[in-house]
């Protein structure tokens, strides 16, 4: 961990930073989050095929092992939020050979027109920005999948995971925190 959690504090490393050394930031934060898995209108599969490449980008070790079919009702009743209509719910869940092949999905056959071009644009985002914004092909192909409302969502549910993805790993806590069926499990 590169920050130091002060002695007797015995929350978790992202709850230290989100309510010790800046709460409301981290506040606002945490709730960036959580109506990114709660309020996104894409499919299951959609949003996990961009959230993998991304935490792949970002080496958070945390997002690459978070299942959001399994993962996100423990974390939202642990966190108190009773929502129960979530992205988890939104189509078929992935599995295993899913998430693996995110890392190669150009040569991958598993996935639909739309997953591929929701990897392709979490992956532009994530390390040629400029590129991506200026190029008319990929507008016109996205256009051809995507609503601008779905286009919308997909751009913030990735900047979302950029940012607090990256923290998370920069900060060095991805590899202190646990996955809520982790939690659960040990109770």
Not at 68 to 91: C, F, H, M, W
Not at 96 to 112: K, Q
């Amino acid at each position: 961990m590169r920050i130091a959690a002060p002695a007797g504090h015995d929350g978790t490393p992202i709850s230290l930073i989100a309510t010790l050394y800046t709460p409301e930031i981290g506040k606002a934060a945490m709730e960036f989050s959580r109506v990114t898995y709660v309020h996104s209108k894409l499919s299951l599969r959609e949003f996990e095929a961009a959230r993998m490449i991304t935490a792949q980008i970002n080496g958070c070790q945390l997002c690459q092992n978070w299942r959001s079919a399994a993962d996100l009702p423990l974390y939202l009743k642990q966190i108190g939020n009773g929502e129960s209509d979530t992205v988890a719910n939104r189509g078929d869940v992935p599995d295993e050979a899913f998430y693996l092949a995110v890392a190669d999905w150009r040569n991958a056959t598993l996935f639909t027109p739309r997953e591929r071009i929701a990897i392709e644009m979490a992956e532009r985002m994530g390390v040629d920005p400029k590129g991506i914004a200026a190029d008319e092909d990929f507008w016109v192909r996205i256009h051809a999948l995507y609503t601008d409302a779905e286009i919308v969502d997909l751009t913030y549910c990735i900047s979302c995971w950029m940012a607090l993805g990256r923290m998370t790993h920069v900060l060095g806590l991805d590899g202190l925190c646990s996955l809520p069926a982790a939690l659960e499990a040990a109770e």
